[in-house]
């Protein structure tokens, strides 16, 4: 069973609008990272967090923004959507260095 | 370019046989982990090798790491048609406090019932 959740797993939307991907866990992770995914391609890291108030940038420039207000919740928001973020968007989180990552399910999002 | 890419991209096996995936990676590291992704579904860690050690085994599972060649190997062994996923290996970096992963490329196996 997941022990990290996201919500929605599918989502639609036009052009412009202002969506929010949650993302849960229960295991109380310190850290926590989102991930960008094309179809059958790598991943990419665009933000995480090492605790409450604590957000970075990834590796990949993202118009994305996330916010860490509680220790298990990560969400993260896109203020306009466009169609190139078109994309599955990866949740994680970690006790710590030196441990793997559990990771959601995913959200799948086009943006049409 | 990419921190960690993999080889093959694609293998193709029958039920029964050994599956080996091959990763290499760039820069120093603190550990490697590899992942697999059913269906573009989440990840779920297999295994986690430390840079100090050089083997590590887990139920079918065996991972090598070799720090001199900056490479991993993941090795399936009896395979079945269940093992049918991607496959990544996902590298945390030397010095990093964050344990943030960068992954590789992957390798899309197919075990043929």
């Known amino acids: 069973e997941a022990d990290i959740y996201q919500t929605p797993r599918y989502l639609v939307i036009g052009t412009g609008k202002k969506i929010t991907l949650e993302c849960s866990q229960t295991?109380?992770?310190?850290?926590m990272y989102w991930y960008q995914q094309d179809p059958g391609m790598e991943l990419h890291l665009i933000h995480y967090?090492?605790?409450?108030?604590?957000?970075e940038k990834g590796d990949l420039s993202s118009e994305s923004t996330v916010s860490r207000i509680r220790t298990e919740h990560f969400p993260l928001t896109l203020e306009s959507a466009r169609p190139s973020h078109t994309s599955q968007y990866l949740c994680?989180?970690?006790?710590?260095?030196?441990?793997?990552?559990?990771f959601g399910s995913g959200t799948r999002l086009t943006v049409v | 370019s990419q921190q960690g890419e993999e080889d093959p991209q694609a293998l193709s096996i029958q039920e029964g046989e050994n599956a080996t995936m091959n990763c290499s990676y760039k820069?120093?590291?603190?550990?490697l982990q590899w992942y697999r992704q059913n269906s573009g579904r989440g990840l779920v860690h297999l295994i986690l090798?430390?840079?100090?050690?050089r083997e590590k085994h887990s139920g079918r599972l065996r991972v090598t790491l070799d720090t001199s060649k900056k490479s991993s190997s993941l090795l399936i062994t009896a395979s079945r048609a269940a093992d049918t996923a991607s496959y990544f290996c996902?590298?945390?970096?030397?010095?990093?406090?964050?344990?943030?992963?960068?992954f590789g490329t992957g390798t899309l196996l197919a075990v043929q019932p």
């Open positions: 994680a989180s970690s006790p710590g260095y030196n441990y793997g990552y559990t």
């Open positions: 295991m109380g992770h310190d850290k």
């Open positions: 967090s090492y605790g409450v108030n604590s957000t």
């Open positions: 820069t120093s590291i603190n550990n």
């Open positions: 090798i430390r840079s100090n050690e």
């Open positions: 996902a590298t945390a970096l030397y010095g990093g406090a964050t344990n943030k992963l960068i």
